[in-house]
């Protein structure tokens, strides 16, 4: 069976079943809503509009920190599609029929990788419009610059879809490597929802940290896109993201390598059980 028919029949796979278009739903809602809540927030502080004594925040770099909503908070998604193309053949043992049809594993796992790919850039241009059209919207109700003419913008989001692409083949490389889908589910939650947002706030106040947590992947992605709405509200404006876009993108693919290799290498090959 050839690399294209098998490609089709992963397509067939992804896209038949409610999951990926319930977390597309997900994705939008979340990444949208929370780039509305802090849209309003930050452009109001910025205009000058809040009550009180708020303080003013200035206005260069607020729409690329407020875009980034789609990849500083919605990069789980990719992630979590990403494994569940796998753990879920695992859970519901079609692999069986998909290894019998297809002898040669690495072509099941190149096709994976192929949709992966497409799967994606879906997600990252749903991602980006969440984020972008509620910030853009207030920023533009509240008299300040959207950028959105400006070519960096749209270098930003090609950034943040492919900053997307990767986290989905990182959610493949896990989901091969972990067979189980619970496990690597509440794996996969625990590390982006808990021990990485810990570990990056942590190291604006403990000297030398952020030499390790920008080489973690939330980092890595946040560097790859440019922008980072976590990074903003992070005292002094650091969590660690001080890569350069290209070196983030670099690490964040060294990931998705790895943990493709590993799957394949010690668990891909196994039996299915």
Do not use: C
Not at 10 to 36: D, N, P, R
Not at 129 to 141: D, E, K, R
Not at 194 to 216: I, K, N, Q
């Amino acid at each position: 069976m050839s690399l294209a028919n098998a490609t089709r029949s992963e397509a067939s796979k992804q896209f038949s079943t409610s999951m990926w278009w319930i977390l597309a739903i997900v994705l939008v809602a979340y990444v949208g809503f929370t780039a509305a809540v802090l849209g309003f927030v930050f452009a109001a502080a910025s205009s000058g509009s809040l009550p009180g004594n708020a303080p003013q925040i200035p206005a260069e770099g607020l729409p690329a920190i407020l875009y980034s909503t789609a990849t500083a908070i919605g990069y789980v998604f990719p992630l979590l599609i990403g494994t569940l193309m796998v753990t879920t053949e695992f859970r519901h043992k079609t692999l069986t029929p998909t290894f019998l049809a297809t002898p040669k594993r690495g072509i099941v796992l190149w096709a994976k990788i192929l949709v992966g790919v497409g799967v994606g850039v879906l997600f990252g241009v749903l991602g980006v419009l969440s984020s972008a059209v509620p910030a853009a919207g207030l920023l533009a109700g509240y008299g300040l610059h959207t950028d959105l003419t400006s070519p960096d913008t749209w270098a930003l989001f090609g950034r943040m879809i492919l900053a997307y692409v990767l986290w989905v083949l990182i959610g493949i490389g896990v989901g091969a490597l972990v067979r189980n889908q619970v496990g690597a589910i509440v794996g996969v939650l625990v590390f982006t929802q808990f021990l990485e947002p810990v570990g990056r706030a942590a190291a604006a106040f403990v000297d030398g940290l952020s030499d390790v947590t920008r080489f973690l992947p939330g980092a890595a992605s946040d560097a790859l896109a440019g922008a980072s709405v976590f990074n903003a509200a992070t005292p002094g404006g650091t969590g660690g993201a001080s890569l350069e876009w290209w070196a983030g993108g670099l690490v964040l693919l060294g990931y998705a390598v790895v943990l493709l290799a590993f799957g394949h290498l010690f668990s891909w090959r196994r039996d299915v059980t």
